[in-house]
């Protein structure tokens, strides 16, 4: 069975500093990763995704994130945190045979000005 | 515009009433999926299907019924919903299961 392991709860960042939100995955076959976000009261949105290629991949709204087949991770990272990033970050795993998709359970990132 | 459509998206009903949420897309996408989401559990999947008249079960699918009749839509249906089925409910579509998914507004559920 294919699992993802968020484990911060909440991150916490100033204004302008480098933000990491941790994610660990396990899954059979290549992986296919994703980051979406959640802002209140809405769906969730497309970050970015890794299928094969560079190990960094670059997303939306300036995040990026790193793919350690070894380390079996996926880490979103954003070089200076905006206030207005504060919202839900949900990783997700499948497989090239994309029937389905596992979620962790999700880091709130809190940016303080 | 591209977009996932639920509805309702806010109920209240008792034990057993049976009810649907509705999902349509206008994508075109061949892949679409029923998620619920519960505080510390994030996403868990449903139901989801791969293509008209194909649908599986996803991690949680007790108590939950799906169909497929025409590409565009997807109804979640509950026959006899219990108060364990309250949650926030989200529909989602992609052109294939390993492509990103577009994600409904999601439905907030409370069974009584």
């Known amino acids: 069975a294919q699992s993802v392991a968020q484990p911060e709860d909440q991150v916490n960042v100033a204004e302008g500093n480098p933000l990491t939100v941790k994610c660990t995955y396990s899954?059979?076959?290549?992986?296919?990763l994703f980051w979406y976000v959640q802002y209140p009261n809405r769906g969730l949105q497309f970050l970015l995704k890794?299928?094969?290629?560079?190990?960094l991949v670059k997303g939306s709204y300036g995040f990026e994130a790193e793919f350690n087949k070894s380390q079996t991770s996926f880490h979103l990272k954003k070089p200076s945190a905006l206030v207005s990033d504060s919202a839900l970050y949900f990783c997700?795993?499948?497989?090239?045979?994309?029937?389905?998709?596992?979620f962790g359970g999700g880091t709130r990132l809190m940016v303080k000005p | 515009e591209a977009q996932v459509t639920q509805n309702p998206r806010y109920l209240i009903t008792v034990t057993g009433k049976k009810l649907t949420v509705t999902c349509s897309q206008n994508?075109?996408?061949?892949?679409m999926s029923w998620y619920r989401q519960d505080p510390g559990l994030g996403l868990r999947q449903i139901y989801y299907?791969?293509?008209?008249?194909?649908?599986d079960k996803g991690d949680v699918p007790e108590g939950y019924k799906v169909s497929r009749k025409e590409k565009r839509n997807f109804p979640l249906i509950l026959e006899s919903p219990s108060p364990n089925q309250t949650s926030l409910y989200f529909c989602?579509?992609?052109?294939?299961?390993?492509?990103?998914?577009?994600f409904g507004d999601g439905t907030r559920l409370s069974i009584l």
């Open positions: 989602a579509s992609s052109g294939q299961g390993n492509q990103p998914q577009h």
């Open positions: 899954v059979s076959g290549n992986p296919y």
């Open positions: 890794y299928i094969t290629g560079d190990n």
């Open positions: 997700a795993v499948t497989n090239n045979a994309g029937n389905m998709l596992t």
């Open positions: 994508m075109n996408h061949e892949y």
């Open positions: 299907s791969m293509n008209v008249e194909v649908t």
